[in-house]
């Protein structure tokens, strides 16, 4: 066989096992920590990242996410969870009425680390017991991120 014909053949093959790319619209189970929760794709960031809302959950939720945390497509809307735990996406009952401990609050002085360097910050925000909005010192409003508990140490 042509190795040039081998090699198109090889590539139709592992694309057909890929399956469609996602779409605006598409209903999806995603992994956040230790749950799966079903999301809409909001918008497509390119080949491997996808902007989701998470079904019964305020726009506030909505997260930029890499395609491998997704686990399933889903052919419709699964119901919204109960009012119970709309207080954080994969949150209990219980979770929700006490959240939960987080080595860091609101207000907190921090240092945070940023491609090899470290800044003065302070926490504005919890997201999430290892995700923590902060404020850069020194720096505008527009370079406030969303940051993982390991970039973060105390003053």
Same mark, same amino acid.
């Given at each position: ?12 093959? $592992? ?8 779409? %605006?619209? #598409?209903?999806?189970?995603? +992994? =956040? ?19 989701? @809302?998470?079904?019964? &959950? ?8 890499? %395609?491998? =945390?997704? /686990? /399933? ?8 969870? /109960? ?14 009425? $006490? ?6 609050? +609101?207000?907190?002085?921090? =240092? ?15 997201? #999430?017991? #290892? @995700?923590?909005?902060?404020? &850069? #010192?020194? &720096?505008? $409003? ?10 973060? +140490?105390?003053?």
């Amino acid at each position: 066989m042509n190795p040039r014909l081998a090699c198109l053949a090889l590539l139709a093959l $592992a694309l057909a096992a890929c399956g469609r790319a996602y779409r %605006v619209g #598409d209903h999806v189970l995603v +992994q =956040r920590g230790t749950n799966e929760l079903a999301a809409v794709v909001v918008s497509v960031d390119g080949p491997a990242r996808l902007r989701v @809302h998470y079904d019964g &959950y305020s726009d506030d939720w909505d997260e930029t996410i890499a %395609v491998t =945390r997704v /686990s /399933s497509r889903l052919d419709a809307p699964v119901a919204p969870p /109960s009012s119970k735990t709309r207080g954080r996406p994969g949150a209990s009952a219980s979770a929700s009425a $006490a959240p939960p401990p987080t080595p860091y609050r +609101q207000g907190d002085r921090v =240092r945070v680390e940023w491609h090899g360097s470290v800044y003065g910050a302070t926490v504005v925000s919890v997201a #999430d017991p #290892d @995700h923590y909005r902060v404020h &850069y #010192d020194g &720096y505008g $409003a527009e370079w406030d991120e969303t940051v993982p508990i390991a970039r973060i +140490q105390r003053r």
